[in-house]
RNA sequence: GCGAACGUAGCUCAGUUGGUUAGAGCGCCUGACUGUGACUCAGGAGGUCGGGGGUUCAAGACCCCUCGUUCGCCCCA
């Protein structure tokens, strides 16, 4: 290609989708902070050993995905493919068990090595919240009702669903798992190719393959409602009365899993059927052995990650714009006495957009197709009155009028 | 990582079984309208057909490689 191209994976986000961005992400700001979520941010890269140890060795995150490069040093360093893993070191860095429950909100760019699809670019960004330091299923309900208020602000919660399920505590996973890989053992010569490696690495995972095979094995497989403990049967039964209490809907997927030891309890996702298989929008869960598996005193923790080109796919409606005014100087004279003014009027508060060239024709073209509300054009004659002529371009109408009566006019403008 | 489709002006696309100077709509520029946008009309610019190689008298069309996008799987936001 003889013209230069953005690397695979990457997209440029021009004004127009910059916007959209900037809309979910202070959409997502803003709704947090109600909560109680204040935004904080982390470095964009960290040393590769806070993602292994908290996304695990074997995850294909860590094992393919990571861009890992050696620093100056000497030093394995990552760029971040989430976030939770860069909040619980800067918690623990920070020794932020104090000023538990720890909630926040982050927003920022990702980088996964992944095949690029619609809605998984390698670099992308996501909006994010945790609640470090709160073992109890208020927090979990708290955090879930966060991200339904934050689609429902987006104007999309009706197109997501939330799909929801328990992977009970540690005692009541490690049994479960035991079970279940005696079971697929037991019947490896039906299982996918696929499904014999989760297998190994989780399997979990084999509950919710789409392979045909691997479903009617499923079928069979023993459940996990058998093998959970009261104490997390129970736990699970009071964040979905919690759920039920605000109104927010959900569906019990007994398929919805996560692989790694940290997670616990619940786990959940809001999914849409509008992206094709990229359909989780906001996905999230009990990680309460992660701040350990990093190195600090057992702490409890839950939150959820966002995709915001996903969100942002799904948020068509129209963003609020801010129309400009157009300032129009006619002739060299007024060039000056217009950059004048429009820097007084930006200093007040408005917008002003300033064309550098062109007649006055073709400046009011340009101030018609940035959707200005109203054109102030400076010309000689107005210059010599200390005015100018204000010209509503909604309406297609204009006066002359005093340069001291501008603020009166731009406030009847409305 | 596996399987498949697609890449033609800035954008969305058309280009018959390979056959003279590659088209349309929108957008852009100029003018009608040298102090007035939208609407209209008349002109104009803009393409090594993603890139490289091959087959052929002849390739945008066929073959190979490569880059990119998209769809499914995997995985995930």
């Not at 054009?377 to 009155?385: H, N, Q």
């Amino acid at each position: 290609m003889s013209q230069p191209q953005p690397v695979r994976g990457t997209h440029d986000l021009l004004p127009e989708d910059f916007a959209r961005h900037a809309h979910v992400q202070n959409s997502a700001r803003e709704v947090a902070a109600r909560f109680g979520y204040a935004e904080m941010a982390t470095p964009i890269f960290e040393f590769t050993e806070v993602f292994a140890r908290t996304m695990g060795e074997s995850s294909d995150v860590v094992s393919k995905e990571m861009y890992s490069f050696e620093s100056r040093g000497g030093e394995s360093m990552t760029l971040r493919p989430e976030y939770t893993a860069g909040i619980c070191r800067s918690f623990i860095s920070n020794g932020l068990q104090q000023q538990v429950p720890f909630k926040v909100f982050a927003t920022g760019p990702m980088f996964r090595y992944e095949r690029p699809q619609k809605g998984r670019q390698r670099q992308f960004h996501q909006i994010d919240v945790e609640c470090i330091g709160a073992a109890e299923p208020q927090a979990d309900i708290e955090v879930i009702s966060l991200g339904a208020a934050i689609l429902k602000a987006l104007g999309i919660l009706d197109k997501c669903s939330l799909e929801i399920n328990t992977l009970g505590d540690q005692e009541s996973r490690q049994a479960y798992r035991a079970v279940l890989v005696e079971y697929f053992g037991d019947h490896k010569d039906s299982l996918s190719k696929d499904s014999l490696d989760r297998l190994e690495r989780n399997p979990l995972r084999i509950l919710d393959s789409k392979d045909a095979g691997d479903r009617a094995l499923v079928e069979k497989a023993p459940l996990f409602t058998d093998y959970l403990n009261s104490f997390s049967s129970d736990f699970f039964a009071e964040v979905l009365d919690g759920l039920s209490l605000l109104g927010i809907g959900y569906h019990l997927n007994r398929r919805l899993v996560r692989g790694l030891d940290y997670y616990t309890h619940t786990a959940f996702e809001f999914v849409t059927t509008e992206l094709g298989a990229q359909g989780a929008v906001i996905a999230g869960g009990r990680y309460d052995g992660l701040i350990e598996a990093l190195g600090g005193k057992p702490t409890p923790g839950i939150g959820w990650a966002g995709g915001v080109e996903r969100l942002a796919m799904l948020a068509t409606g129209a963003i609020k714009e801010v129309r400009p005014l157009a300032i129009i100087p006619i002739g060299d004279a007024a060039e000056t006495a217009a950059q004048k003014l429009a820097y007084s009027l930006r200093q007040d508060g408005h917008v002003i957009e300033m064309a550098f060239k062109g007649n006055l024709s073709k400046r009011m073209k340009r101030a018609n197709k940035l959707n200005a509300r109203a054109a102030i054009l400076i010309g000689e004659d107005e210059l010599a009155r200390d005015a100018c002529t204000f010209r509503d371009l909604d309406k297609g109408e204009q006066e002359e009028i005093a340069l001291a009566s501008l603020g009166s006019a731009l406030a009847a403008l409305g």
